[in-house]
């Protein structure tokens, strides 16, 4: 049966990836960007999740929505200042939540909401103390908001490691870098968008009907074993 979607930053990377994944089996989705999506070919809304009263596109009936807005932001401790903190917090964890109080109330029973964290919240990282301190409050949301929301929507949060995405395309930028990225991981590879997006197709379909609450480290091995 024919399912609603509604992907937001579903223009380029997982998003697009999750997008073109649902639509292909059979499913109707929307998506939004900050920017215009020049020849998109799902239905597109322009939405910047920074604005302090963001318009959100009237859509109803979801089956599920995804949050994909994301930072890269790495630096030491000591050069990390106060607006590093809060841009990560509005991007990841305030835009989700501004989001997601729109929404809620428009999803039917049994609808399913995926978040995205970050191996470095349960995986101490240098240079990861601003987005691990935020994709860590993004964990403790999706967590809190399962309990809430339940028996009605179920929501999931997926942490992945570095993928192979444009918002990561400086740390893979060269052979020796991505080497690097690799070689750190027990399945010596870094993470492919589609990969990560078949297991948020999975969480918003009824054959994960029974899954809530959960982080789930698609990280190559990184989180679990050495």
Known sequence: MKKNYLIIGGTSGIGSCIADQLVANGNVVSITGRN???GASHPFFQ???????????EISDLDGLVYCPGTINLKP????????????LHVNLLGA???LRHYTGKMNQGASVVLFSTVAVGTGMPFHASIAAAKGAVEGLGRSLAAELAPKIRVNVIAPSLTNTSLAENLI???SKLKLATDRHPLKSIGDANDIASLAVYL???????????????????????
């Open 36 to 38: 215009t999506a020049k």
């Open 47 to 57: 939405l910047d999740v920074l604005d302090e009263s963001p318009v959100m596109p």
């Open 77 to 88: 401790f000591r050069a990390l200042k106060d607006e590093d903190y809060l841009k990560d």
């Open 97 to 99: 939540v501004k989001v």
């Open 173 to 175: 930028s060269s052979e």
């Open 204 to 226: 918003l379909s009824p054959s994960s009907k029974f899954i809530t609450g959960q982080i789930l480290h698609a990280d190559g091995g990184m989180s679990s074993i050495r």
